[in-house]
Nanobody, 124 residues
Framework: QVQLVESGGGLVQAGGSLRLSCAAS????????VGWFRQAPGKEREFVAY????????YYADSVKGRFTISRDNAKNTAYLQMNSLKPADTAVYYC?????????????????WGQGTQVTVSS
């Protein structure tokens, strides 16, 4: 069993920054792809970014490319999402997840462990 706990959300003005953390317990994140997703009110959950285990190569949704950076610290069993130049459209609950497959995917259905989410609100 894996438990994922997100932290670092909050209220920020447009143009500001936040750093989300995803701490894992129970089992390691080390050999798995870790992804971040978000869900805004009234909308479906959408992919934000993932990071591969093997070469730590990242992949981003077009909407966040150039503004968000995903990283991981395998020694700490923690993944991060650095969010810069935030926009009101980034307002959502952000979730981290661990993939059930060995390669990166933008589909939420390939992730089998999820955190409880952390709220990010960007004011204009």
């Amino acid at each position: 069993q894996v438990q994922l706990v997100e932290s670092g959300g909050g209220l920020v003005q447009a143009g500001g920054s936040l750093r989300l953390s995803c701490a894992a317990s129970g089992r390691t994140l080390r050999t798995y792809v870790v992804g971040w997703f978000r869900q805004a009110p009234g909308k479906e959950r959408e992919f934000v970014a993932y990071i591969n285990w093997s070469d730590e190569s990242p992949y981003y949704a077009d909407s966040v490319k150039g503004r968000f950076t995903i990283s991981r610290d395998n020694a700490k069993n923690t993944a991060y999402l650095q969010m810069n130049s935030l926009k009101p459209a980034d307002t959502a609950v952000y979730y981290c997840a661990r993939s059930s497959i060995s390669y990166g995917s933008t589909s939420q259905y390939t992730y089998n462990y999820w955190g409880q989410g952390t709220q990010v609100t960007v004011s204009s």
